[in-house]
């Protein structure tokens, strides 16, 4: 999605309709041994996949939605422009040709009396995907930057259009004046520069009364279409439609009514992971005996990708919350909505298709509603912001929220016991959304790192000549103007090693009704069709873990390049867990920690952590003991078996370290909980050790193939009914047995050296186990 959330007006505020809603809603052996025992028997709070002749049981959907933190509060020195309110925000961020990302997000807000004509705004700018924010200036003071979108030319032009027409930005007279708004452009300085003036038109229909344009553009996959949502008034009563441009935005004309004649306003278009468009729209109803401040939030989906087609009958989602709702389709293939009043609310829907179905959540994430008082007519629930909030994909995975502090009207003098205080301010969020789908391999990073690459594909411009790079398949961005087009209309991508993979998240802009052709090969020169499961909106999963290093994308549709968008987001998963796909600071879904006394086990993201050197992921998980009379560890249950190789990749972190262990669990032949094989890594010396519960003693096996273990080493396992052989770094280190008699194998564990330390700190990422 573009820009998310613009002015949802306080009632009766503007020209269009009154906006009164109707409707209230972690060493010695004793210790280790001491380990061991503590684990048999231990409920898991939760277990990850097998592998046998399926893939990995992906583990439960996840997702982080923190509160807001106000990080901007007008400092109220200009009389005539106190406010902060009604926040609208864009994502101008571009991917460069080596993948990597220039951050560069837009907020606009009203810092005038909520009135026609009274309401101008201000503009900030943040380059760090929303941790700091400097202001900027705006071209003129009515340029409110709520529609704006980036071009599929050459020089990728950012192009706004006006939230009001020429008669209030300029006190322009006559019905064109209504359906007239002022068009800017603005290049990579942030410089403004005036492009015409932006026509709307309603063949069929009376001439407006009152108009807005709202919500953000979407640019469809032709990479010269452009469609958005637009709101007013007509003889016939209030509307909200669909209008469409395909001449950048300079004139557009309605394609769709969606809501006619009883006080609808605002909607947010945004793609579906099926390839349709869908909306949230906003409508105000009276209804005697109720409050009329909290507007009702409909929905409504297209038959079409591009709108054209029919709309469904809207379905009401809630007879609240529906102010100024937001929509954005992330890079995972989920779905989130924002709306608000009362509070500031999010929505999700896992795999993103159309459908008012499926939709789950309704959580608050910011909410200044005053406890005491009285909120002058409407209830204090509808009080302390205008509860505005505005949505944009930082990533694949992550958005940005934005939303107002009390805005102008939104805190009245008379009520009391505000959270927040009743400051003019902006607060922020930066929210996490994951599907089921764990094991995502982590493309982006890679390709930064020369790590993968597309062979044979020779890429073409698109669009009005948008340049095409290999980096738009994997950047987060799934808008059309960041896509991955080649001339045969076909992408062959060599990862960096072999995978056994499970699944593709893709959003592709087909040129027909032929899902997305997927080939996979071992060597890049033999290819295979692999057999797939039940497509869910992005997701293609494979019924069964395919072995491949390369993977081939073509649309069967078409086998030349019609000069429109292709692949727009590639996510790959495999049985290998690389974190990618799990939320920062929980336990990876679908894995499972033991005991209560388990500390930090957790994914972090290795921007965060300082002093980082040699990052092989952008996510991964980290073991910290930080607890005298407990451990950290972690463990993973899966399907029976007598053999598993189980690998994975580690880093010891500071010099408090000092051992890893490392698991196969099984059973024995009574059933009972045993430990088949029990490693250790001594973080100092760089041992590796087998214990043995028969004589109660460590042996060591030997040593870690150079340098320390203080850098990235890969540890495998490939465990057997009668032995067990060790290596690192693909070097063979030994052959054990086991270390207890079983009888089958059952899962895998890490876990840091024992009680007697609490400074044990270990990274991990590509943990894999697999059952023949």
Known sequence: MMLAATHSRRPGAHSPHSGRNARTRRLPATLVLGIVAATAGTTLLGGAAALATAPPTPGVDNRSLPEGRIFYTNPGTDPNAPNAGFPALFNGSTTRADGSRASRFFVGYGVGVDAVGKNASALQISTDDGASWKPAALPSKFAQVVNAVRLADAAGTIVSIDYEPIQVSQGATGPAAITTFRRWTINASNTWASAGNATVSFPGYPAPTSLRMQKGILLLGDGKTLVTTVYGADSGGSFTAVVRSTDDGLSWTQTARLAYGSRYSEANLAQTSDGKL???????????????????????????????????????????????????????????????????????????????????????????????????????????????????????????????????????????????????????????????????????????????????????????GRTSLGAYAFDGDVRADSSAVTSNRKLTLRLDRTYNLTGFAINAHLAGNADIAIETSVDGTTWTSPTRGTRAGALRPLSSPTTARYVRFSDPNLAVSDGSAFLNELQIYSTANGFEANVLGQVPAGDGVIAATTRKVTVIDSAAVSGWADPISSRFLELYDDDPNGV?????????????????????????????????????????????????????????????????????????????????????????????????????????????????????????????????????????????
């Not at 409508?283 to 909290?294: F, H, K, N, P, V």
């Not at 629930?381 to 502090?405: C, E, F, K, Q």
């Not at 109660?696 to 067990?724: C, D, E, F, R, Y």
Request: aromatic share 10%; net charge positive; hydrophobic share 35%.
């Open 632 to 772: 950290a560890r972690i463990q993973w249950n899966h399907g029976t078996s007598t053999s598993a190789t189980y690998s994975f990749k580690t880093r010891a972190v500071g010099t408090g370290t000092k051992t890893l262990l490392f698991s196969l669990l099984g059973t024995n032949s009574a059933g009972a909980t045993v430990t088949p094989y029990h490693f250790a890594l001594d973080a100092a010396s760089r041992n590796l050790s087998v214990y043995s519960y028969a004589t109660g003693t460590w042996k060591v096996v030997g040593q870690l193939p150079a340098a320390n273990s203080w850098t990235w080493k890969s540890i495998s396992v490939q465990a057997g009914p009668t032995a067990a052989t060790l290596s690192a770094n693909g070097q063979t280190i030994g052959t054990v047995a086991p270390s207890q008699p079983f009888s089958r194998l059952t899962g895998n564990q890490l876990g840091s050296g024992g009680t007697a330390n609490d400074a044990d700190l270990w990274y991990f990422d590509d943990v894999e186990y697999l059952r023949p």
């Open 278 to 464: 869908a909306t949230f729209l906003r409508q105000d109803t009276t209804i005697a005996g109720e409050d009329e401040w909290l507007p009702d939030l409909l929905y409504t989906a297209s038959s079409t990708a591009d709108g054209s087609g029919t709309w469904s009958a809207s379905v009401r989602m809630s007879s609240d919350t529906g102010n100024s709702p937001s929509l954005a389709l992330l890079g995972n293939g989920a779905a989130v909505m924002g709306s608000g009043r009362p509070d500031n609310v999010i929505r999700y829907k896992n795999d993103g298709t159309a459908g008012w179905q499926g939709w789950t959540g309704r959580t608050s994430i910011y909410s200044n509603r005053p406890t005491g008082g009285s909120a002058g007519g409407r209830s204090l629930a509808a009080a302390g912001s205008s509860n505005t909030l505005a949505l944009a994909p930082i990533d694949g995975h992550r958005l940005l929220a934005v939303g107002d502090n009390c805005a102008s009207w939104g805190c009245p003098s008379t009520a009391t016991g505000y959270p927040h205080g009743r400051s003019q301010a902006l607060w922020k969020s930066t929210l996490e959304v994951n599907t089921a789908q764990w094991g995502g391999i982590d493309l982006a990073t890679k390709f930064r790192r020369g790590e993968i690459a597309f062979v044979g594909s020779t890429f073409a411009s698109y669009g009005r």
